[in-house]
Nanobody, 115 residues
Framework: QVQLVESGGGLVEAGGSLRLSCAAS????????MGWYRQAPGKQRELVAA???????NYVDSVKGRFTISRDNAKYTVYLQMNSLKPADTAVYYC?????????WGQGTQVTVSS
């Protein structure tokens, strides 16, 4: 089994920044894609950003130019640097990793952006 521990969420004013981290541990063999999702109240969970094992990235249009995803393969950790935050970014953020055709999810961390 693989466990994911997220950190870095919190309350921030609009225009502020937060950095989320997600560290994987346990039966790690070869992690593929690592990603961040978010779910706002009453809305479906959506992909925010993803990064491949080779470093290729993709972002949802609403965060392009503001968020940056990165990973440290030696530490089995994925990061999400969030700048210029908006109230619309308020959600629970989840990390997900893929390994050997299985997906693993973190427990979620709340991000609240006040106007």
């Amino acid at each position: 089994q693989v466990q994911l521990v997220e950190s870095g969420g919190g309350l921030v004013e609009a225009g502020g920044s937060l950095r989320l981290s997600c560290a994987a541990s346990g039966s790690i063999v070869s992690i593929g894609i690592m990603g961040w999702y978010r779910q706002a109240p009453g809305k479906q969970r959506e992909l925010v950003a993803a990064i491949s094992s080779g470093g290729s990235t993709n972002y949802v249009d609403s965060v392009k130019g503001r968020f940056t995803i990165s990973r440290d393969n030696a530490k089995y950790t994925v990061y999400l640097q969030m700048n210029s935050l908006k109230p619309a970014d308020t959600a629970v953020y989840y990390c997900k990793i893929s390994q050997k055709f299985r997906d693993y999810w973190g427990q979620g961390t709340q991000v609240t952006v006040s106007s």
